[in-house]
């Protein structure tokens, strides 16, 4: 039961990671964003080859990447930071 509901909500966020991952490319930050997600890997342990991949690993599991990607995508262009935001809200905004 536990494996059902983890695979349906990865699928449920599918959509989320692509929004996410076409504007990383879109505004040109992908080494910057690639770098720390390296970090970030190595903090969580996990083994995730692709960009999408570890892309969606960060995105889900912390907070404060979010907001590094969303101030990096805002100083490339102020549209892809609005469109991040909505996508993936913060709390205290």
Request: charged share 20%; proline share 2%; with cysteine.
């Amino acid at each position: 039961m536990k494996r059902v509901l983890t695979v349906t909500l990865k699928i449920l966020n599918l959509p989320r990671i692509i929004i996410a991952y076409l504007l990383v490319n879109f505004a040109r930050v992908s080494s910057l964003v690639e770098g720390n997600m390296k970090r970030l890997n190595y903090r969580y342990d996990v083994a995730v080859d692709s960009f999408s991949g570890m892309l969606a690993t960060c995105l889900s599991r912390d907070r404060i990447f979010q907001a590094i990607l969303e101030h990096r995508l805002t100083d490339s262009n102020k549209i892809f930071g609005y469109i991040f935001r909505i996508y993936f809200p913060t709390l205290a905004q």
